[in-house]
T-cell receptor
Framework: QKEVEQDPGPLSVPEGAIVSLNCTYS??????FMWYRQYSRKGPELLMY????GNKEDGRFTAQVDKSSKYISLFIRDSQPSDSATYLC????????????FGQGTTLQVKP | GAGVSQTPSNKVTEKGKYVELRCDPI?????LYWYRQSLGQGPEFLIY????????DSGLPNDRFFAVRPEGSVSTLKIQRTERGDSAVYLC??????????????FGPGTRLTVL
């Protein structure tokens, strides 16, 4: 079993829809939870990070972490065609050192 | 630009050959990471440098893989006796090393390695 599980999709939604992306994990030592966006043939770019449990909002994006359930989510409101990409969840034990553990990535397509 | 750069962007080689992949991190970033991303998968950690030394090389799959960072800036990932299974995108990332908080890892565009 992988440390981080993520449904690869693909997920296809109409423009303006609310998108929900999720990951589960098994290592209770994870403290930092990230969402990256990766366009085709590009490197991942950080969207948001959250420390420990709770919610964080940034514009149309909201990240949620539930450590008791070992479950994290990313919500995208008013989705746009430009949001079409692969979304990767990632986790780390310590924020200032060490490796990221990534999920498989979910491919999202937002249709105009 | 001031981002992480990687060269070459694409590398095609034959099975059994030796390859070197280069990473130029963001200036001033002490930490440097290598990841490998296979098709349809998320990146997998290979090795992490703090300055010139490898702080964690637990992700290197076997002794055919080796990485160096002799002056604490540019890093080279070296793969000997390449195998078809080594075909993947090799990503490099760099970050600051500020204590007591989160240090974002900035990724380069990757080197796409194809072993024929």
């Amino acid at each position: 079993q992988k440390e981080v599980e993520q449904d690869p999709g693909p997920l296809s939604v109409p423009e303006g829809a609310i998108v929900s992306l999720n990951c589960t994990y098994s290592n209770s030592a994870f403290q930092y939870f990230m969402w990256y966006r990766q366009y085709s043939r590009k490197g991942p770019e950080l969207l948001m990070y959250t420390y420990s449990s709770g919610n964080k909002e940034d514009g149309r994006f909201t990240a949620q972490v539930d450590k008791s359930s070992k479950y994290i989510s990313l919500f995208i409101r008013d989705s746009q065609p430009s949001d079409s990409a692969t979304y990767l969840c990632a986790m780390m034990i310590s924020g200032n050192t060490g490796k990221l553990i990534f999920g498989q990535g979910t491919t999202l397509q937002v249709k105009p | 630009g001031a981002g992480v750069s990687q060269t070459p962007s694409n590398k095609v080689t034959e099975k059994g050959k030796y390859v070197e992949l280069r990473c130029d991190p963001i200036s001033g970033h002490t930490a440097l990471y290598w990841y490998r991303q296979s098709l349809g998968q998320g990146p997998e950690f290979l090795i992490y440098f703090q300055g010139t030394g490898a702080a964690d090389d637990s992700g290197l799959p076997n002794d055919r893989f080796f990485a160096v960072r002799p002056e604490g800036s540019v890093s080279t990932l070296k793969i000997q006796r390449t195998e078809r299974g080594d075909s993947a995108v090799y990503l490099c990332a760099s970050s600051l090393l500020l204590a007591g908080g989160y240090n974002e890892q900035f990724f380069g565009p990757g080197t796409r390695l194809t072993v024929l």
